[in-house]
């Protein structure tokens, strides 16, 4: 068997054991160690295993990750999530869908300070289905705009995805998450659009009584600890001011004064927020590590030079390369979950697309809003799977159909990235010059 061989049959052992539901951390790692092994030997496997968990662990660029983990875990903890629904659906009051829009908007928010889709979307099941329910909204359609807002936690910075992208490709965090800046809240007024348009049906969403001017004022200046927080991060990041692991750790630490100050963050809240964050991390890392011994495996494999060879032999444009790359993951991510697909897929798919001249700061914005697509479509949709969890009165088939006309609106955004390119790259070229 020849290694190119050896290295699709790898990639397919390992999708089978993904399929058959065991932890991506343990798939990657078996199939990375066990090709090493059969390729290099014993003692070159060990040394690149070895080297692995040392290098992940004491990487500086991966120290970002457990601080935004924090900086999430504290500000779901203080209830910002909520206050920023509430101040949303004043603004939005009195218009037909006003509460839909007001939980796209509002996970929208909370998806810059928190950076997971998984959060966002639980944080928001939580406050505003109970609501919506109330209101006299259909629950389909209810359930649809929370999970379709949740996407937006992994592309408006700060992202986990994106770190770990970063992280892979060895790209700037920094730029990334410029690039993804302008495509998130696209993204978001496309959520938008799609809520409005299916809100002139009355018995998905009934009219709401208008708020006054002045509520709708001060609803503008209430969750002001959010605004706070993205100033301090992202705001301080784009500056120049602090690095994202500097900006990370001094937005947690604010999250932290901001939530005992106002009183919403007890002592047991914040140790309890600790303690998920460490978890969460931990079980990142061990998947970062085994992607790092999958991705060496894959590179002694020769797997990416030899499919850019083929693809080039075959006379393949660049144009047309990206459109499989992008069917692929529109196909995988029906079946996998996020996190597993994009540490499985760019080790493979990076090098031909550098190979045919694309930026890979662009494709890391691409591949969080076709993984955003999967988060959202039957039948392994995350998103619809957390919210289902926490309101098991739902009928599954009944989110599937109502959450495929947001379906349209990342579609909109990847035909955007390809027609217009700057759509991700104009701000980073600003900043970084």
């Known amino acids: 068997m020849s290694a190119f061989t050896f290295g699709l049959s790898g990639i397919a052992a390992m999708l089978v054991l993904m399929f058959l539901r065991q932890p991506i951390w343990l798939a990657l790692s078996l199939i990375g160690v066990g ?29 970002v990750l457990p601080l935004f983990i924090l900086l999430g875990e504290v500000a779901s903890g203080s209830r910002m999530s909520a206050e920023l629904f509430a101040a949303a659906r004043t603004i939005m009051s009195g218009t037909r869908g006003g509460l839909g829009v007001a939980t796209v908007a509002a996970s929208g928010a909370f998806g ?3 950076g997971s889709s998984l959060a966002t979307a639980s944080s928001m099941t939580r406050i505003a289905l109970p609501e919506m329910t109330r209101a006299g909204y259909n629950p389909a359609y209810a359930a649809s705009t929370i999970a379709a807002g949740g996407t937006l936690g992994i592309l408006i910075p700060p992202s986990i995805i994106l770190v770990l992208y970063a992280s892979i490709s060895e790209t700037s965090i920094a730029r990334l998450f410029a690039a993804s800046l ?3 809240i696209f993204l978001m007024l496309l959520y938008i659009v799609v809520t409005k348009i ?72 914040l140790v309890h927020a600790m303690k998920a964050s460490v978890l969460i991390s931990c079980a990142l890392l061990m998947i970062v590590i085994g992607a790092t011994i999958f991705a060496n495996f894959v590179v002694q494999t020769r797997l990416p030079d030899n499919l850019l060879k ?55 914005v691409l591949v969080v809003v076709l993984v955003e697509v999967g988060l959202i479509s039957p039948p392994v949709g995350m998103n619809l799977f957390i919210i289902r969890a926490q309101a098991p009165e739902l009928k599954m088939m009944a989110i599937y159909r109502g959450i495929l006309p947001f379906l349209a609106a990342p579609i909109v955004l990847i035909i955007l990235l390809f027609v217009f390119p700057a759509l991700a790259l104009w701000l980073p070229r600003v900043l970084y010059q």
């Open 182 to 184: 302008i495509p998130g």
């Open 35 to 63: 090709g090493n092994l059969i390729l290099n030997g014993i003692g070159p496997s060990k040394f690149i295993s070895g080297t692995a968990v040392f290098d992940v662990s004491s990487g500086y660029g991966l120290s």
């Open 198 to 269: 299916l809100a002139r049906r009355e018995d998905l969403a009934p009219l709401e009584e208008p708020a006054t001017f002045g509520e709708r004022l001060a609803a503008l200046l209430k969750p002001w600890q959010f605004f706070l927080l993205f100033l301090v991060t992202i705001g301080g990041i784009y500056a120049g001011i602090f690095s994202p692991t500097e900006a990370a750790s001094i937005g947690a630490f604010t999250a932290i004064l901001i939530g005992i100050a106002r009183g919403t963050l007890s002592i047991a809240g």
């Open 112 to 114: 810059a300070i928190c």
């Open 310 to 364: 083929l693809a080039l032999d075959a006379g393949l444009s660049g144009w047309m390369v990206m459109a499989i790359i992008v069917l692929i993951y529109l196909v995988l991510g029906c079946f996998l979950e996020a996190l597993g697909m994009v540490l499985i897929t760019v080790p493979v798919f990076l090098p031909i697309i550098i190979g045919y001249g694309f930026d890979p700061i662009w494709f890391g």
